[in-house]
């Protein structure tokens, strides 16, 4: 008797051991956006750090000198102006039209078209193509894309993003009381960049930080003091650009 309740004591441990769960590496969305494009193919990959819920963000080119060259993805409630939760008028939410200058601003006033309404921002009447939108990713991600020109051979690629209600210590909900829009941003949205040479490619390019927007979307300057950021720091953890042609 004595023999098997020790056999069977130490049978418990083995079959816990080899039941355990084992961390699985997250899977990313595939994405894709402009498919007619004529130009080079690239892929966009962002693993999500512990700071990640749902965050708004924009992919787009520039020249070397920083002329703006096209929007590669947008988050579709900034690209089309209407967000899902947009309009509680019936007493429930539902699809309405929004402009939230402080989500992205350093894509809007890059990307250079002011609306009537006096705001670099897209309007339902005048939108950015559904090639070029889509639904923002719940998790890491790959975009699959290409650029409209072939002729492009060097460029910067961009990348900002920005989450809502993210206040901290610093930029907290009463930094700015009678600002509306800053309300709507929290930590303002951060930028970061990587500089592509089609003639003297490299297998993968890691995006680095190049500082935050305006936090109100006043403007679309890119401030260099990052102290005062902390959870958003961690939104993703990591951006990678590859060349897939």
Known sequence: MKKSIIATS?????????TSRVPVEEVPDRIISNPGGKGVKLEVEMTRGEGHNHPLMAVWVESEQGEFIQTLYVAESIGKGVFRHGDQSQGFWQPGEIRRPAALPRWSYQRGIKAPDGLYLPTTGNPVPDAYTGPTPGKSFILSTRLDD??????????????????????????????????TSC???????????????????RMKIMGRSHHAGASGELFQDLESMTTALHIAERIIVRITD
């Open 10 to 18: 130490l049978l418990i441990p083995l079959f816990a051991c080899s």
């Open 150 to 183: 072939p002729g492009t051979r060097q460029f910067t690629i961009w990348f900002e993003i920005n989450q809502t209600w993210d206040w901290n210590e610093y930029w907290t909900n009463n930094k700015y009381p009678d600002d509306d829009e800053y309300k």
């Open 187 to 205: 930590q303002p949205a951060l930028v970061y960049a990587a500089s592509i040479d089609l003639d003297r490619p490299e297998k993968e390019y």
